[in-house]
């Protein structure tokens, strides 16, 4: 069970809680729809500027969905209400979002949990630590496809989706191994939602998965992408 923490004013401190875990838990004062969003935003100010998600917009509500529901290109159109693979939230794009936001509207019964698992404890030793930085993957986004790394250089961000990333030589296809088989063997953090939770996580370092959904379970989570 993750620890809950306070959220704190001062851009700096935030900024420090962060930096302890790459995640944190806050619980909004009250408890429906709107506020939560409110408490969200204002946690997202102190952090940098809002991304649009895949749909264009700033603010998106997201729920487990049926394959033929989710966006074509989405995680969810390969998985659908089975359990999602840990990913970074926009690694579809060029440079993801630092910060990810989510809020628990409704938990739904039974809650789909949502794991975290800081990359950094994946224990890469340097040179595989310099094949995340060199094998080139293609990372697959329609017709704004492009050419990147699964780790940036000099360790600024860690790129993995595996509904958009796929490699294009033998290098590449061993650096996708490496993260899959590492992260198959690691223990993460396990977050059981409670309505009016809000977490907080450095989308560079932590990446982010989902338990399996039961049809119709209701779960609603609230989503803000954030850029420093």
Known sequence: MLERETVVDDPQQLLGLLAKRGWFRHSAEAMHH??????????????GRRVR?????????????????????????????????????????TRPC?????GCIDPGSPSAATMLLDWRTLDFS??????????PVLVRAGRRSFYSTILAMGGAFFR??????????ERGQRALRLVEDRIAGAPSDVHHWC????????????????????????RRLARILIDA
């Open 126 to 135: 340097r040179e595989e630590l310099n094949l995340l930085e060199e094998a």
């Open 34 to 47: 709107g506020s939560i969003l409110r408490e969200m935003g204002q946690v997202g100010e102190r952090l």
């Open 195 to 218: 309505q009016g939770d809000i977490l907080i996580i450095d989308n560079w370092r932590v990446l982010h998965g989902r338990s399996p959904s039961d049809q119709g379970s209701g």
């Open 160 to 169: 993995y989706d595996p509904g958009c990333l796929e490699a294009v030589d």
């Open 98 to 102: 630092r910060y990810l936001l989510l």
């Open 53 to 93: 998600g895949r749909a264009g917009a700033l603010e998106e509500v997201v729920e487990p969905r049926h394959l033929e529901e989710a966006h074509p290109r989405s995680l969810s159109a390969r998985y659908g209400l089975g359990a999602l693979p840990f990913h970074v939230e926009l690694s579809h794009r």
